[in-house]
């Protein structure tokens, strides 16, 4: 994927972004934000009653504990850090240190988690395409850190965030799954793959377009 070019890259900024940027970017954050706390408490104090299909979810991941707060313990954290480094108005050096092993914690755990996934080959072929999306945007840009060149380090890491708070997007498609399952009697393993594809997609074509729509045309490196 080429980069963006630098001259004009602007970034994720509060009065430069706009509304709907912002506005996804924070729902995003919330809806991560709560997924994860809802899945530790999950894990520490199992729901004694649950829907059926939540309750075999909820058993799925007790399954894996320890993999899964390896997981979503760093990814919790990663999208705390993530506002301080979107937002140049609130940017602090540590935030950008930190966010670089938080993500690269992320993105290898995402792959132990997609090898007994609840959506089969599907999930895992979304997991293994956007989560090397993410890999690789994370170390494109933190090359450019590296090189002290933040004008090319932002559009790619802007892009790792963007793509991991793909996962925030998921939930609502879930929901629309879920509410709709007496209808279309597609059970989570059925419909988790594509609700992966339709979220992770949502976030990273949208980021794509936007920040092309700023930038002009890409230009290889």
């Known amino acids: 994927m080429a980069p963006i070019q ?18 996804g970017f924070w729902v995003c954050t919330a809806i991560a934000v709560a997924v994860v706390i809802r899945r530790i408490f999950a894990l520490a104090v199992p729901p004694r009653s649950a829907a059926p299909q939540l309750a075999a979810l909820d058993s799925f991941f007790a399954s894996h504990a320890a993999l899964t707060l390896a997981h979503i313990i760093p990814a919790l954290a990663f999208v705390l850090v993530a506002p301080f480094v979107v937002f140049r108005a609130s940017t602090r050096a ?96 059925q419909f988790f793959g594509i609700a992966f594809w339709i979220g992770f997609s949502i976030n990273t074509l949208a980021f794509e377009l936007w920040i092309r729509s700023r930038s002009g045309q890409p230009r290889v490196a």
């Not at 630098?6 to 506005?23: D, F, N, V, Y």
């Not at 609840?118 to 072929?125: A, D, L, N, Q």
């Open 6 to 23: 630098t001259r004009l890259a602007p970034g994720l900024r509060e009065g430069r972004s706009p509304l709907w940027a912002r506005i």
């Open 94 to 189: 540590w935030a950008g240190r930190l966010i670089y092993p938080l993500g690269a914690v992320v993105g290898l755990t995402a792959y132990s988690m997609s090898v007994d996934s609840v959506g089969g080959w599907i999930e895992r072929s979304a997991v293994l395409f956007f989560n090397s999306l993410f890999l690789v945007s994370l170390v494109r840009a933190y090359r450019y850190r590296r090189q002290n060149d933040p004008l090319r380090e932002r559009p790619w890491l802007l892009r790792a965030i963007v793509v991991l708070l793909g996962i925030a997007t998921t939930r609502p498609v879930m929901g629309v799954f879920f509410a709709t399952s007496r209808l279309t009697h597609l059970t989570p393993h």
